[in-house]
């Protein structure tokens, strides 16, 4: 071998030991654009943000106080009519909404009219007046308080694999669902608002807690003596049978176990197979309506009301024979709408709407369909306007569980709700959610095989599961038996939170239909397709972190991109951020439980408006992190301190430099060994010696071969009980 190969041997061999020294040298520069904004290097920042959070300017709805019969859609002349009557002659259903509670001053009015009273509904401040001639609206519109004469709108029903496709049960695609964190809703209850349930379904037994009958609930109605009926019990102990179907096949996909009538355990479980019935018919014991099987018809307009009002007056009842536990009620599931005799549908300020928004204010959340009058819907119904209610629309999940190929079903009600006038966009953005609706197998009301009613009886017992149904019926159900296993997880969330994680954690889908007012709402799906486990598991943190009732859910945080960025090393999270009803104090992140830092900001001159955005931004240097997948959580602060819902990523650390601060900076003890190593190599190379070694010389000299293989290095031990020998070698001439 050569004298310069040998040499260059003996470098590389030396830049191999001296490697671990040397190797910090070879590291990244500073990204260009960056700035680093704490002396460890971990979070940085591009250049032009700070930490100044843009100023945004508060809503003009905020301050307006208009009441809302001086402005609803539904009355374009302000005289205090619904505008379909000034057009209706003969005979239609009436209520009167007063703008102060309704007083025996108000009924005796009413006497003196020869006006008997229906119905008394306190939570909206209204009466219902049954069947009246139009020759009265302008008579009833002078009486003193009343704000409006309404027209009865028109009840219509919205007539395997939903449970599993919205997450709620485990699937091998989906293999983590909201029923792995334990939760299925057990002691939580729904009031299924339909045609009544047949609870002895082996699916469905041992479910019911409290009923009641909205039609049959006083003594003297002609109409239900004649029918058989009479009068039914108010304080929850009466049991309606289902002369339908439809109220059945809802609970069923709410919270049924799947269990058969030969006892066999199936796949069609409900969304949260743990929760418990509130059976609240607002149909007759002989089907649905508008009972068309009386000989008189009676209003489901009225019944729906006044089970509505049932509800809330006993959301506290301590039910008979039910456990602490299963006392009151949590949520209204409604497959069916209030259709309007305007164009345009409602505005979300008739009677029903109005008195859902009560239900969701006195802490008994809401789930509505949204309606089956498709893409070129004229507006929405009376239950699915709602401004404060979970209004679902309908997908088609194809018959998989994959949500990937689910489309918006064709029947599905889109959106915008039509304008209250009360100048907020946000409360038009309809529905919230959507899930899916399309060929759903349902659990059998005994109306299929044979019939059943409370007057000749007969029941379910004997029934399974078959026949398929479509409609936003059938996904607003699944919604209620998710917001059942929320409750569970967490029974101190706010009807209004709970309305915020749905949105929060939904898969989004399709694009933005009204950006300027929120850069994900899409008048097909909403804010998304649900997800249980999601939303489950954001339930959970809440009661975890101790958060429950303390969010303001008008503060916006959003992630829009979480990646590493390869030019310059840093995973970058960008979002948004915005307030819905004043400015967003700051953007705060903390990484595994660990204390809070303040996220930068883009600037903005001059500041926004209502509803405009700005983007934060939080970029990390993997070094500076811990090995491994680590969690991010992200939230704002409004100016009050109050926090919004969090979002969750994750980065990737390193953990190269978290213990000794090396990243994109240079230690600098390291730096000078390293740079000492390197003129020690480049002198070797440039005139270092390096002589053969003594063995070799012989080989090359022509040295014996022998005297070369014996001259052997002996270790320290004795050979044959002699002493060690000495190890130097002969040095030959």
Known sequence: MGKNMRRMLA????????GPITGSLFIKSEPAGWESVDEQGLQWTPSGYGFTVPQQAEAAWLSDDTPWWERTALDQNRNSVHDSLESFIGTTGIGLSYGVEVSNHHLAQLDTMNLSVVDVIE??????????????????????????????GTLVFYGDIQTPAVKARNSTLYPMGAWDLGYTGANVNIAMVDTGVDNEHPGLSEKFVAGYDAVCYTPSDPICILAGGGFRETDGTFDP??????????????????????????????????ADLIDVRIGTDLGAGPFENYVVEQEFYESAMNGLQWIIDNKDTAWEGADEASYGIDIISLSWGITSHEGGGSDGEDMHSRILNEAMEAGVVVSAAAGNDGPDNDGLSGMGSSSLSITVGATDDKNTVDRADDTVASYSSR??????????????????????GTNIVQAEGCVTSGGCNNFIGGDAADNGYTGRGSGTSYAAPAVSGILA???????????????????LTAERRGEPSNAAVDPFWNRDFGWGMVDAYEAVKLSIHLAEANLTGTVDVTSQVHISNSSLNESTGLHEIRGLAWGQAGSIASVEFRISDGSWSEATYETVEGGLGALERFEWVIALDPAQLDSGNQS??????????????????????????????????VDLVTLSAGLIVLILLGLLVQGARIDEPETLRSLSTGASQRFVSDAVLLGDESVDGEEPKATTKRKKS
């Open 11 to 18: 470098v590389v061999v030396l830049a191999l030991l001296m």
């Open 485 to 503: 296993m929320m409750i569970e997880a967490n029974p101190d969330l706010t009807t209004a939170e709970m309305k915020e994680i749905l949105k």
């Open 123 to 152: 939570s909206v401040n209204a009466v219902l007046l049954g069947q009246l001639n139009t020759t009265l609206v302008a008579e009833l519109a002078a009486l003193d308080d009343v704000v409006m004469v309404e027209q009865y």
């Open 632 to 665: 991010i959580e992200i939230r704002g602060l409004n100016e009050q301190g109050a926090p919004s819902l969090p979002v969750f990523t994750t980065a990737t650390g390193t953990g190269l430099g978290a213990s000794d601060g090396a990243g994109f900076g």
């Open 415 to 436: 959106g915008e709700r039509r304008d209250n006038g009360d100048g907020n966009p946000l409360n038009e953005l309809k529905p919230e959610v959507s899930a899916p």
């Open 241 to 274: 049978d289902d002369g339908n179907q439809h109220g059945t096949a809802c609970m069923g996909m709410a919270a049924a176990t799947g269990v058969d009538a030969s006892g066999a355990q199936t796949d069609f479980y409900g969304a949260a197979p743990d």
